[in-house]
Each structure stands twice: as C-alpha cells, then as structure tokens.
C-alpha cells in the first residue's frame, strides 16, 4: 500500500521542468551582439483541436503550458508598428476567430494566467494569423532575423521584427 502511494505521487509531481508533458523550451537569436530569447513549455496537440475548443477563443492564454511563457530581449524592438522596450516580458495571446491580441506583461514571473493583470501590460498588439496546411505539433516561441513568431497546430503569427 506504501508503495502504491509513493508510486502516485511520484507520477503527480511535475515540478521538474524535463519531466512535464509540455517541455520547457528556450530559443534564442543574437542580432548585433544583443539576445532574443524565448522561453516556454511546449504542449502538444496530440489529436486535439486547439482553437476554439482546448484553447477557447477571446480568452487571455498564456501561450504555452505551466509557467506563463516569457520573453527576454536585450534592446528595443519594433513589432509591427509598435515598439517594444529591452526588458523582461510574460507573453499572452487572446485568440480569436479574426484578428488575436498579443500581450507582452511587465510581471514576467508568473503561472499560466490566473494572476494575469492587464493593467502591468507594457504592449498590446493586434495581428492576424495565417492558417496553414501543415500541423505544427509542437508549440514554438521564436525569433528569427526579421519576424516575431508564434506556431502551433495550424496557425502562424508572423509578426515583423525590428531591433532598434
């Protein structure tokens, strides 16, 4: 019986960022000798439909699993037209059927977004996605030399990027 109750809780703490279903992911690009990193736990989809169902439309979704997804960037940056201050940042998304709103929060340490405050938000942009044909099954979070992206299932965030 000892064993049997070890063995459960054991397999119900996933405190340990390896060992979660959704893997803490951390990507990172130098541009100018200055860091662009994202850090987030990567669900998969495993069959599911995301949006609109696991991912239900109009909400705020921390945008990864666990630990609202973070980013961190070492200088100023254009997004679109809006710009972005150096600095540490939770990233939010509200999906939506049209146009998702993107939230960069200035506390950036924090659990999924159950204390997520709007009022410490430093950027709200709004963006389309491109559906594509192709399922991403893992989440991804990056940056690359010019676009701020999002990926996963079908969708693509694709948003111009700019260090300034």
């Known amino acids: 019986m000892f064993s049997l109750i070890v063995l459960i809780l054991t397999s119900c703490d996933n405190t340990d960022p390896n060992t979660r279903p959704s893997p803490l992911t951390v990507d990172s690009i130098i541009i100018?000798?200055?860091?662009?990193?994202?850090?987030?736990?990567?669900?998969?989809?495993?069959?599911?439909?995301?949006?609109?169902?696991?991912?239900?439309?109009?909400?705020?979704?921390?945008?990864?699993?666990?630990?609202?997804?973070?980013?961190?960037?070492?200088?100023?940056?254009?997004?679109?037209?809006?710009?972005?201050?150096?600095?540490?940042?939770?990233?939010?998304?509200?999906?939506?059927?049209?146009?998702?709103?993107?939230?960069?929060?200035?506390?950036?340490?924090?659990?999924?977004?159950?204390?997520?405050?709007?009022?410490?938000?430093?950027?709200?942009?709004?963006f389309s996605p491109s559906w594509m044909d192709e399922n991403q099954e893992k989440l991804k979070i990056y940056f690359t030399n010019d676009e701020f992206i999002v990926r996963w299932e079908f969708i693509k965030l694709a948003i111009p990027f700019t260090p300034i």
């Open 32 to 126: 100018n000798n200055k860091i662009y990193k994202t850090e987030y736990s990567s669900p998969s989809v495993r069959k599911r439909k995301i949006w609109g169902e696991l991912e239900p439309y109009d909400q705020v979704w921390r945008t990864g699993a666990n630990d609202a997804s973070l980013i961190n960037i070492e200088s100023d940056i254009k997004l679109g037209d809006d710009v972005l201050p150096k600095g540490k940042y939770s990233f939010f998304t509200i999906p939506s059927k049209g146009k998702w709103t993107l939230i960069f929060n200035k506390q950036w340490k924090q659990w999924g977004a159950y204390s997520y405050d709007q009022s410490e938000d430093q950027l709200r942009i709004t």
